[in-house]
């Protein structure tokens, strides 16, 4: 059974710093592009990070280069995103995604709340 759980996530005020995980199991981790969304309510989903196969390359949205940093640990199974520098539009539902070919595959999501 394919499962991607997300955790970290919480409350935190502005300037602080949060790290999310997404622990995966029931695929081949390390063979597929993983990634990072947010939806912010009332808003779309948007991708937030993304790491690139082969070679791991990572990519981030305009709002977030130099805050946020994507990782992923195969031995584990397991992708992360540090946050740092939070700010209150960083506020919303985090998903983590994985693909490979046509197999795609999301998280339930973990919430980020970024409020004094």
């Known amino acids: 059974q394919v499962r991607l759980v997300e955790s970290g996530g919480g409350v935190v005020q502005p300037g602080g710093s949060l790290k999310l995980s997404c622990a995966a199991s029931?695929?081949?981790?390390?063979?597929?592009?993983m990634r990072w969304y947010r939806q912010a309510p009332g808003k779309e989903r948007a991708l937030v990070a993304d790491m690139l196969l082969p070679g791991g390359r990572r990519n981030y949205a305009e709002s977030v280069k130099g805050r946020f940093t994507i990782s992923r640990d195969n031995a584990k199974s397991e992708l992360y995103l540090e946050m740092d520098n939070l700010r209150p539009e960083d506020t919303a539902v985090y998903y983590c995604y994985a693909n490979y070919g046509s197999l795609v595959y999301w998280g339930q999501g973990t919430q980020v709340t970024v409020s004094s």
């Open positions: 029931g695929f081949h981790f390390s063979r597929f592009t």
